[in-house]
């Protein structure tokens, strides 16, 4: 009888190992690399169950440092499954061969709404028609005003001008005294002052880079415009109403720059999306029962129309992985629109489709227009030109005019034919 | 005695073995690295598919480059030379202060050394995040408190404005760094025995005089090694100036560590930052053999 | 007689006014990282007081830094005591032996602080990767104890060199073999020294990012500089995790060294007095 017992146990017991090892226990890696990784997580743990089968595992990861690290272990053939990247770096991978091509795999497993439905797309192309990344979450840069302290000032529009930005400024500046508008000017690898030239230039009709009619990469901007646009982003230091301490910040979620607006004490700013959702979330608890003073609008235009670039995060699966299908599976999850409903909803979906079922609150409305008018960087990231020397490049420039070191003009011959020298590269 | 002689070598070759493994396998593979891509153009993208020799090309682009003397002019200067005479000097007067009667009198030595102990174990990034709020143009604290005592009307900007930035950048250094040179010097001064400072005092010698013919002296082998140790790992430091102002404002803070990592990482000339570090590996040798040669003779006569 | 007791007075209140500046100046930015990690997110910048908190602490110890802590601690540990055995060994060699290319090969020991560090980084992390060392202990304790060594081997032989020589020939007479005069005779005479070099050793090894974000990407295998790096993100930074992770990386280091300190204090007399 116990032996009849054991059998049928030890039975029992091989069909269910069988089973187990016929369901083949697949892990891949997730490298994700903001700081938020705990909403992540806990979209894992649904991936998981909704994909049995499949382990995730995630790994974490300085956004600074994220590609540094992909390109080394590029040229060892390690790295994770799938990896969270910048838009703009996902070319510069791809070229490298840390990135797989995805042309097949989208067009045999299909994603989300179909590749046409993905914003920025050309950003993942190299020059042989293949790509690389799938658009993940967009944003792009906004102004940010606070209603109190412009009514304060007497200013009843908002600025829609360059010109009209700088008036408004000098006038918080002189009738409140307080900072107008309060960016940052700072020099370094990540800085703000790249995004505010580009703007200003983009808006104004000119760029940086720019393809020719015979597709040649060539430089699509006098030196003359770029010192007039230097000359503009200093004078607001020069004249006082932005503070000189802020030519040490680079970028704008600083609490050097934020905690002025949070308090009041400053008028205007401009920001990227997450950093404008995270500061009105964090003012709001800190001023629980207050009505918002916040407003955000277009940037400003030129005889063009305001423009930004439309900046973003991709996924990009490592060439080199071992369980493609598996990762596959992981990026078609997050780009579903349950996944940015349910898990990542301070983000915006990188998908057109996903977009416009978004709801903007009243004080992201702003964002929402400047969408309509946000751009891809294009030929900035398609040509030869490296994006973060350019990058870089016009901070140091702007910087040494700012501080008197080099005159206005030659720090724009400078950024202008340093920008040359990069377009006529070899990619 | 032959067999001695032998026995001595093979116990010489058994003690050094492990230590020259260690430094060979860690050292000397990336140095060649680094020597081999300097002579290349290698971008940080091709590391797959190597780079093109250009020979000695980067560092005569290097070397004709008037950016690079300004960069080389202030990690010589600012970055090196003042902070470490600041931590030295300033090292010295706290240690003197410690190890002072009244100090030991009140029997705060103790205490003191464990106050000092907590700038050394924090880690540079909190230090520059703690400093760089601290010194906010608008919202930190000692701007606030230098208004309040009526000595400035106006906050001055310590990291944007370029009369304030090097400062600002020595004070992080300093505060973060001193507490070891300081700690250092106080055990030195420790070791010192009471009775020739007791004699000279019988002999009427002045505070000024006691530490001129006494103390220093004998604190002179300590204060040479920590120079250099200090002079070392500050030239090549890299985290203070690239935290703090990335750099600028423009290239003002550029120093070789930024340099390096600018054009290797930001514009990917690997090869081209090679070469600015096998420079500024030259530049310390050269300097290492000529303090050693002149300054620490003495105290080195032994060993060098 | 009273003049000179008013000056010894206000020399007593300089001096202690003096130090009260000290400890000032040394410990108001840790205070200000303490303080600022019991405070919400919100309330941080704002110079206002909501209250204290632990959300910060405990957000980052569910986010990893129980596994960090620990990790920083075994790494840590293990290359420090290696280099430092490693380097008695060499430096009673360069202190107490004459042989051939002494001179060469200590200065080339030396020669290992030259570089900026940043620049040995790619090489090693293609080397490492190629012999299956990366995310892994040995290879990080490997690459920290080689980090360690030439400034260890430096102090110690400076403090070597205030040992008599004649206590080894003592011994020697008497017989003792070379291994047993290291460490029965003057290893324990030295042992102030390696307190001192050991201390220098692991706060350098503790802070050490460069090298451990290279090698280190699974989240089992972080040290604590890298856990305090991955909360700032490209739009936001997560200020009260980065000043609760700051106090937590610092903190151990001050409970290491409290009982230490002592005996740190007569082995840093070193660096190379000589007799």
């Known amino acids: 009888m116990a032996r009849r017992m054991f059998a049928v146990l030890l039975g029992l017991g091989l069909a269910a190992a069988m089973a187990t090892a016929a369901m083949a226990q697949v892990t891949i890696t997730f490298r994700y690399a903001f700081p938020d990784g705990d909403v992540i997580r806990d979209a894992m743990v649904d991936f998981e169950k909704k994909n049995p089968g499949i382990k995730v595992n995630l790994q974490r990861s300085s956004f600074a440092e994220a590609r540094d690290q992909l390109v080394r272990e590029a040229a060892v053939g390690g790295g994770p499954d799938v990896a969270h990247l910048a838009f703009v770096w996902v070319r510069d991978l791809g070229i490298a061969g840390a990135l797989m091509p995805l042309n097949d795999v989208v067009k045999s497993k299909g994603l989300g709404q179909g590749w046409g439905d993905f914003v920025a797309t050309d950003l993942t192309y190299d020059d042989k028609g293949n790509f690389y990344g799938v658009p993940f979450a967009t944003d792009t840069w906004g102004m940010v005003y606070n209603r109190q302290v412009m009514a304060a000032a007497g200013i009843a529009k908002t600025p829609e001008t360059w010109e009209e930005l700088r008036n408004a400024s000098r006038q918080i500046k002189q009738r409140t005294g307080k900072t107008g508008f309060g960016f940052p000017g700072g020099s370094g690898g990540n800085n703000s002052i790249w995004f505010l030239c580009n703007f200003n230039w983009w808006s104004d009709g000119g760029t940086l880079v720019d393809q020719d009619a015979s597709g040649k990469y060539v430089v699509g901007i006098t030196p003359e415009k770029i010192a007039e646009v230097f000359r503009y982003f200093d004078s607001f230091f020069k004249e006082g109403h932005n503070p000189k301490g802020n030519m040490a910040i680079q970028q704008p979620f600083e609490p050097q720059v934020l905690e002025p607006m949070a308090r009041g004490e400053q008028g205007i700013a401009i920001m990227p999306l997450f950093t404008y959702i995270t500061f009105v979330n964090d003012w709001t608890k800190r001023n629980p029962n207050q009505e918002l003073p916040f407003y955000s609008a277009p940037t400003p235009h030129g005889i063009g129309k305001p423009t930004t670039h439309l900046g973003g995060q991709s996924l990009g699966v490592n060439a080199n992985t071992k369980q493609p299908d598996a990762a596959w599976k992981l990026v078609q999850y997050l780009t579903s629109w349950e996944f940015f409903q349910a898990y990542y909803k301070n983000y915006f979906p990188a998908q057109k489709s996903l977009l416009a079922k978004m709801n903007f609150p009243p004080w992201l409305k702003g964002f929402q227009e400047q969408f309509t008018f946000a751009r891809s960087w294009g030929p900035y990231s398609k040509g030869p030109a490296v994006i973060g020397a350019m990058w870089n490049q016009t901070a140091r420039s702007f910087g040494s005019a700012a501080i008197g070191e080099k005159s206005f003009e030659a720090a724009a011959k400078e950024l202008h034919d340093f920008v040359a020298g990069e377009v006529k590269k070899q990619k | ?304 | ?275």
């Open chain 2, 1 to 304: 005695m032959g067999h001695r002689m032998k026995g001595e070598r093979r116990f010489v070759v058994t003690m050094l073995a492990p230590i020259f493994l260690i430094l060979i396998c860690f050292y000397l593979y990336p140095t060649a690295f680094n020597f081999y891509n300097s002579l290349t153009d290698l971008s940080l993208l091709g590391l797959r598919r190597g780079g093109s020799f250009i020979g000695l090309g980067n560092y005569v682009k290097l070397l004709a480059s008037a950016d690079f003397y300004r960069v080389l002019w202030n990690t010589a200067i600012w970055l090196t030379a003042v902070s470490v005479a600041l931590r030295v000097v300033l090292g010295f007067g706290v240690a003197l202060l410690l190890n002072s009667e009244t100090v030991r009198q009140y029997r705060l030595v103790t205490l003191s050394r464990l106050i000092l102990l907590v700038p050394w174990a924090t880690p540079p990034v909190v230090a520059v995040i703690v400093f760089r709020w601290l010194l906010d143009q608008r919202l930190g604290v000692v701007n606030r408190m230098l208004m309040g005592l009526g000595i400035i009307d106006l906050p001055i900007a310590f990291f944007g404005d370029v009369h304030w930035v090097w400062p600002s950048v020595i004070t992080i250094i300093v505060w973060n760094t001193l507490p070891m040179v300081s700690l250092t010097f106080l055990a030195a001064l420790q070791s010192l025995p009471e009775e020739l400072i007791e004699a000279a005092k019988v002999d009427g010698a002045t505070g000024a005089q006691r530490i001129r013919h006494i103390i220093l002296p004998h604190l002179r082998p300590t204060i040479i090694v920590i120079t250099l140790l200090s002079t070392f790992w500050t030239f090549n430091n890299f985290l203070y100036v690239w935290l703090t102002t990335g750099g600028g404002p423009g290239s003002y803070t550029n120093v070789i560590a930024t340099d390096i990592y600018i054009k290797a990482f930001i514009e990917y000339h690997l090869g081209f930052s090679s070469a600015i570090g096998v420079f500024a590996a030259l530049l310390m040798a050269a300097f290492a053999l000529v303090y050693l040669r002149v300054v620490a003779r003495r105290e080195f006569q032994e060993i060098l």
């Open chain 3, 1 to 275: 007689m009273s003049s000179s007791r008013f000056q010894r007075g206000i020399g007593t209140l300089l001096v202690l006014a003096a130090l009260g500046i000290v400890w000032a100046f040394m410990l108001y930015p840790a205070a200000w990282i303490f303080y600022s990690s019991l405070q919400t997110n919100e309330a941080l910048f704002s110079g206002t007081f909501a209250g204290f908190t632990f959300a910060n602490y405990i957000k980052i110890f569910n986010s990893g830094f129980r596994v960090f802590l620990f990790n920083s601690l075994v790494i840590c540990t293990a290359a420090v005591l290696i280099s430092t055995f490693v380097s008695v060994l060499a430096a009673y060699v360069f202190s107490r032996k004459q042989f051939r290319f002494r001179r060469l090969l200590f200065s080339s020991v030396l020669s290992g602080q030259l570089f900026p560090w940043i620049i040995l980084v790619t090489p090693l992390f293609i080397l490492f990767s190629r012999m299956g060392l990366l995310n892994s202990y040995p290879g990080i304790i490997f690459c920290y104890g080689a980090i360690a060594i030439p400034f260890s081997v430096y102090l110690l032989v400076g403090y070597l060199e205030t040992i008599p020589h004649s206590l080894d020939e003592a011994a020697r007479i008497d017989g003792a073999t070379q291994y047993q005069v290291i460490w029965k005779i003057v290893f324990p005479i030295m042992l102030p020294g390696i307190v001192a070099t050991t201390t220098y050793a692991f706060l350098l090894c503790w802070s050490e990012y460069l090298l451990a974000l290279a090698f280190l990407s699974d989240e089992g295998m972080k040290t604590l500089p890298l856990g305090l790096y991955s909360f700032f993100g490209q739009d936001a930074a997560d200020w009260g995790a980065i000043m609760a992770g700051s106090a937590v990386t610092t903190l151990p280091t001050l409970v290491l060294f409290l009982p230490l300190q002592r005996r740190l204090a007569s082995g840093l007399a070193a660096g190379a007095v000589k007799q």
